[in-house]
């Protein structure tokens, strides 16, 4: 995520963004091969790669349309929300009786993401609202792809049937991507040495991952996915405030770790026996 923000930096918020896709999304044709339709079922596709897409666009167009580099790194810890939100969907959705305990626990991870917005200032709703006013655009986007990426993990399980349709679901991205650059009006793009290396690395970082993450929810071990996947919100936030050169405060590492402990205790909550 942080080199994703350094390629856009250069490249453009929607330009940086669809080049990034576009690359992850040849890297996976070299190494999966060229997605067939027909193996994929029509449900999957619409409702599954939707999702993805959507989501994406919005994680992507947060960190690229983020004021500065402090910004984009808040928009990292509320996308990490959705650890706790997928959990919670997937008790709602079950109708089955859960340890009460996952409510408190989601709201942790809430409160921990206001906290890492509020600043130094400490919690509160006025800087809060104050920090969120400066571009009331991307908070929303990263919030709203938190609810989205939870949806698609409990969606993707069930109706994938053991399919794996991330490449065609990265080339629908980046079609979508160059279709709003196509009406964003922004300039043309300089792609010299140092952007082309960057973008580069992100394609190839962002491919693997999302592929590896996408072979792990068909047909992994959920239990086991989803203890090491609350830790991302420290690792990703760290990783990426190195890249971006980026000194975290202690408020905002407090927010991150809340975020952190919340997601967990819902999975610790709600595990099978």
């Known amino acids: 995520m942080g080199v994703a923000r350094a390629v856009t930096e250069m490249l453009g918020p929607v330009g940086g963004a669809a080049s990034i896709y576009t690359v992850a999304a040849l890297f996976l044709v070299a190494v999966m091969g060229v997605p067939k339709l027909r193996n994929y079922s029509l449900r999957y596709v619409l409702l599954g790669g939707g999702l993805f897409v959507a989501y994406e666009i919005c994680l992507a167009l947060a960190l690229a349309m983020a004021n500065d580099r402090q910004q984009a790194i808040e928009m990292l810890v509320i996308n990490y929300l959705w650890p706790a939100l997928t959990v919670l969907l997937a008790v709602l959705v079950s109708g089955k009786k859960t340890n009460l305990l996952v409510y408190p626990s989601i709201a942790l991870a809430f409160i921990g993401v206001a906290w890492s917005i509020s600043g130094e200032q400490g919690l509160s709703i006025e800087q809060i609202a104050a920090n969120v006013a400066t571009n009331p655009v991307t908070y929303a986007m ?12 409990n969606l993707t399980k069930r109706i994938s049937n053991g399919q794996n349709a991330i490449t065609l679901f990265f080339i629908m991205t980046a079609i979508s991507l160059w279709i709003k650059y196509a009406f964003s009006g922004e300039s043309g793009m300089t792609i010299n ?27 992994g071990n959920m239990v086991l996915l989803a203890t090491l996947s609350y830790f991302t919100p420290v690792l990703s936030t760290i990783i990426s405030s190195v890249i971006l050169g980026i000194a975290l405060t202690h408020t905002f590492l407090q927010g991150v770790v809340m975020v952190t402990i919340g997601s967990l205790m819902c999975w610790l909550v709600t595990r099978e026996k």
Not at 142 to 153: D, M, Q, V
């Open 142 to 153: 990263a919030l709203t792809g938190a609810f989205l990426w939870a949806i698609y993990c």
């Open 193 to 219: 040495l140092e952007s082309g290396g960057l973008l580069l690395v992100a394609g190839v970082f962002m491919g693997s991952g999302y592929a590896l993450w996408n072979y792990a929810i068909i047909g």
